[in-house]
């Protein structure tokens, strides 16, 4: 199986400031990386797929990038309605994968 | 308007079994692979199984193979997923998804809970 280790597993930003959250899988998974919010109580909503592409609705200050085999998740001029858990989830080869997890808060 | 509607949680004893449903609507069923999973309390996500979109395939995570099936009804535009021998580590709450680039769409999700 392939591991997707996540990091940091929590996090504490301010209003306005830049979040990055990054993922790193045991071995290639192209570009089959997607990434998650879930709100206290809440389904998960996709935000990312094939590792770069915003999903419907989100807002731009989404943005996802690859640099070699780390994946990242970055969130610009952080707002109150982001904090939650995020996780990656690798698609590439079965059983699919997620990460652990990133807790965001406000500080 | 995409929605699922996940149904058919409850408490159940361990070793009896449980089919969940997942009723779709707002958007083409059939045109779409579907997939079950879970989230046990206060802890990450975990895929079960994936449906290819006409049912021809199928997909499972190693600890729930020979125990859940996951099917589809294109006819209804419904999910489900037999679980049986249910054991106290599949207590979670379960979300059906479609998915298509990654898990695009997701239900509210049900509850079960597996103790005697």
């Known amino acids: 199986d392939i591991q997707m280790t996540q990091s940091p597993a929590s996090l504490s930003a301010s209003l306005e400031e830049i979040v990055t959250i990054t993922c790193q899988p045991s071995?290639?998974?192209?570009?089959?990386l997607s990434w998650y919010q879930q709100k206290p109580g809440k389904s998960p909503q996709l935000l990312i797929h094939?590792?770069?592409s915003l999903a419907d609705g989100v807002p731009s200050r989404f943005s996802g990038s690859r640099s070699g085999t780390q994946y990242s998740l970055k969130i610009n001029r952080l707002q109150v309605e982001d904090t939650g858990i995020y996780y990656c989830?690798?698609?590439?080869?079965?059983?699919?994968?997620f990460g652990g997890g990133t807790k965001l808060e406000l500080k | 308007e995409v929605q699922l509607v996940e149904s058919g949680g409850g408490l159940v004893q361990p070793g009896r079994s449980l089919k969940l449903s997942c009723a779709a609507s707002?958007?083409?069923?059939?045109?779409?692979?579907m997939a079950w999973v879970r989230q046990a309390p206060k802890k990450g996500l975990e895929w079960v199984a994936t449906?290819?979109?006409?049912?021809?395939?199928?997909y499972y995570r190693d600890s729930v193979k020979g125990r859940f099936t996951i099917s589809r009804d294109n006819a209804k535009s419904t999910l489900y997923l037999q679980m049986d021998s249910l054991r106290s580590e599949d207590t979670a709450t379960y979300y059906c998804?479609?998915?298509?680039?990654?898990?695009?769409?997701w239900g509210q999700g049900v509850m079960v809970t597996v103790s005697s």
């Open positions: 071995q290639d998974i192209g570009n089959y």
């Open positions: 989830l690798q698609g590439y080869s079965a059983p699919w994968t």
């Open positions: 707002g958007f083409t069923f059939s045109d779409y692979n």
């Open positions: 094939s590792a770069t």
């Open positions: 449906i290819i979109y006409d049912g021809s395939r199928t």
């Open positions: 998804a479609t998915e298509e680039q990654g898990f695009d769409y």
